[in-house]
Structures are given as structure tokens and as C-alpha cells.
């Protein structure tokens, strides 16, 4: 395996990326840190480069936002998103409306690119303000809430984790945001839990 593609592979598997659907894994920057529940989404460019991340293209904007807005933006669709989902998952009736007026602001149309002997064919947004920036977002989330399997989208069980994730494994029995973080730790209260009992 190249460095390149190792230092990709190790990306993929941070916890930026467990949600494994652009949505869940937006929810997913409130997460615990050292116990605390922490949000990694502190300024501006915390939220360009999340998105940067995540490769949703981010074309220059003629007029820079105003300071905070679009990390203000980001975090109320942040919370609309968490409460939908939590809605949808519990078969809930699902609150739409901010989720609506995020998605009415998701002003784009197609354009076609010539790159060298084919065309592709790209989403363009219209990006004036920080709404219209988070656009491709807001259709995630929405995407998610009327195509995803809501039997896949669960809750790592790990005891004080708030992470989520699509589960897109084989045979669907995925229990962790990460084998490594909250189901080593799950493992090793087991194994403790059955010493306990066999001591007694
Ligand atoms: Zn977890």
C-alpha cells in the first residue's frame, strides 16, 4: 500500500468518517472527548474544513460571509438534523419544517464541464449566504430521512458514546462507532464483568 493511500485509509477509519453517510457523520462532530461531550465544530473554517473532508466541493465565494455565520448555520442544521433523525429512527412523526427552510435555500442547477475527451456533468450552488453554503448538507440529511434504511442507522451502543452510523457491513450487525474505541472498551467491561462472577 502507497504512504498516500495508508494516510487515506487511517483517515477513513477516524472518527470523522464512522457515520459512513455524509449526514450521520456531520451529526457526528458533537462527540465525546476525555469524557466531555465536545462540539469540533468551534469556527468558520471548522466547518469549511469538515466539509473540504468530506469532498463536497466548495467553490469561492464572491462575498465573504459575515464572521460566525456560517458556523451559527451549521450547527442549527446540525441540531435539526440530530432531532429528525432521533425523530425518524423512533417512528416518530418527524418535525420538517428548519429542515425545509434549510432545503428551499439549496438553489443549484447542473452544468456540464469539458475535461479533456468527456464531459462531466457537476451540481452547481448558489452560494450568498450561509444557508446556500450548507446546501449540500441539507439535501444529505434530507436524503437520508426519506431513502435511508432506518434499521441500519443506529446508535453505537458504547455506554456514554452519542456517535451514530449507517451500517453498511455484510451481515449488518454492526454494534460500534469504532472497534477500536467503544468496542474494545465494551470487550474489556465484559471480560472484567465475567472475572468479577467467577470470583465470587
Ligand atoms: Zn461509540
Not at 465544530?41 to 469538515?50: C, F, G, K, R, Y
Request: include cysteine; proline fraction near 2%.
Amino acid at each position: 500500500m502507497k504512504a498516500n493511500a495508508k494516510v487515506i485509509e487511517r483517515e477513513k477509519r477516524s472518527v470523522d468518517f464512522v457515520g459512513d453517510h455524509v449526514a450521520i457523520n456531520f451529526i457526528n462532530t458533537r462527540r465525546m472527548h476525555e469524557g466531555v461531550l465536545a462540539d469540533t465544530l468551534q469556527s468558520d473554517e471548522n466547518v469549511i474544513a469538515w466539509m473540504r473532508k468530506m469532498d463536497i466541493r466548495l467553490p469561492l465565494l464572491r462575498k465573504p460571509l459575515r464572521p460566525k455565520a456560517l458556523l451559527r448555520a451549521a450547527r442549527s442544521l446540525r441540531t435539526l438534523a440530530l432531532r429528525a433523525l432521533e425523530q425518524r429512527k423512533a417512528g416518530k412523526r418527524v418535525r420538517l419544517e428548519g429542515l425545509n427552510t434549510f432545503l428551499a435555500q439549496a438553489i443549484s442547477h447542473l452544468q456540464l464541464k469539458a475535461r479533456e475527451r468527456r464531459l462531466d456533468l457537476q451540481r452547481v450552488y448558489l452560494r450568498r449566504d450561509a444557508k446556500r453554503y450548507l446546501a449540500p448538507i441539507a439535501e444529505a440529511i434530507a436524503d437520508l430521512l426519506a431513502h435511508g434504511d432506518f434499521d441500519l442507522v443506529r446508535h453505537c451502543e458504547g455506554e456514554k458514546c452519542v456517535l451514530w452510523f449507517y451500517d453498511r457491513t455484510k451481515g449488518h450487525r454492526r454494534r460500534w462507532c469504532t472497534a477500536e474505541g467503544c468496542g474494545t472498551r465494551a470487550r474489556v467491561a465484559a471480560f472484567r464483568a465475567r472475572r468479577a462472577a467467577a470470583s465470587k
